[in-house]
């Protein structure tokens, strides 16, 4: 391995972090897929907003982004496209990231997303290993994104459910990452396609420890254990608990619709951070502070015989 390689493909971390200096590292990351919302400016802020998220999970801060889109060359207006790479802009003109490029291919299903490099300290670096048994996991945001926009697209829910979640989708993890970065994270990973309890698995194996978490404690979007009853799950979600099932125990006594939102894949979900139970008690009124409702879903514990997450 390249020795200013600080963070690459050993790990399932969020993104690749090389060192250029000796007090400066690149992050760079990747992420595009298909709309998950009708409206292309939402679409492509909730794009961005993903995109930019693998950054502030390594505890950096992005600085340039280019475009990556695929469009159909007949049968969608441009105007579509404009619009998407608009509320791309948006987004990362709010982050105070320069859209410096991109590429367009044509293909029959749009997608659109980033590539992002950013800046990190190479002490400061957060990896998703290094949970310590007795930390705390804090979450920043609620959970049924999957769900929530899989109703969208079968024509149920609520406006107000769908709203709740366009914006958590589309909110930025900058400001929880950076109220983060003032304490001793033992581990950080933002939570998307492998859902909840999928990078939990992620941590808890990297770590060599068990992450738990408490069922009542996961925060939930408006509507997403009812829509998640009424069976709008995603294909992602059913992958997920195929791919979990010999490392995942869920006590049988918890209701399906609630065990649903933990295995549901996320939009640019919100981080997920072991630290001391001090530290954490401290970072969640930080947090609230600066406007991010973060909670406390669980604990690390000692590795043991058994499963690597549990869900009680």
């Known amino acids: 391995m390249h020795p200013d390689l600080l963070v690459g493909t050993s790990t399932a971390d969020d993104a690749g972090v090389f060192r250029i200096a000796p007090d400066l590292a690149l992050v760079q990351t990747v992420d595009f897929f298909t709309p998950i919302v009708d409206d292309p400016f939402e679409f492509g802020t909730i794009a961005a907003a993903n995109a930019l998220s693998d950054v502030y999970a ?176 995603t294909g992602g979600c059913r992958r997920n608990r195929d791919w979990l099932a010999d490392k995942v125990r869920v006590a049988p006594r918890l209701p399906a619709d609630l065990v649903e939102a933990a295995f549901d894949p996320q939009t640019s979900g919100g981080l997920l951070a072991a630290l001391s139970e001090t530290d954490a008690a401290r970072a969640l009124a930080a947090l609230a502070a600066a406007g991010v409702a973060a909670v406390v879903v669980g604990s690390v514990e000692a590795r043991a015989a058994g499963p690597w997450v549990e869900l009680r």
């Open 58 to 233: 390594m505890g950096g801060e992005p600085r340039t982004a280019l475009n990556i889109a695929c469009f159909p060359q007949q049968g969608v207006p441009l105007e579509v496209l404009r619009e998407i790479l608009r509320g791309g802009l948006a987004k990362a003109e709010e982050a105070g990231v320069v859209v410096v490029g991109g590429h367009t291919v044509v293909d029959d299903e749009i997608k659109f997303g980033m590539a992002v490099t950013g800046f990190v300290h190479p002490d400061r670096i957060l990896r998703n290993v290094g949970a310590r048994p007795g930390d705390a996991l804090v979450l920043t945001k609620p959970l049924g994104t999957g769900i929530v926009a899989t109703a969208i697209k079968h024509g149920a829910g609520t406006a107000a459910e769908h709203a709740a979640a366009v914006a958590t989708m589309a909110a930025l993890n900058g400001p929880a990452a950076r109220v983060l970065g003032a304490f001793a994270v033992h581990a950080c990973t933002d939570v998307t396609g492998f859902g909840l309890l999928g990078h939990a698995y992620e941590m808890a194996h990297g770590s060599d420890a068990r992450l738990a978490f408490t069922a009542e404690r996961l925060p939930l979007l408006p509507g997403a254990r009812r829509l998640a009853a009424e069976g709008h799950l």
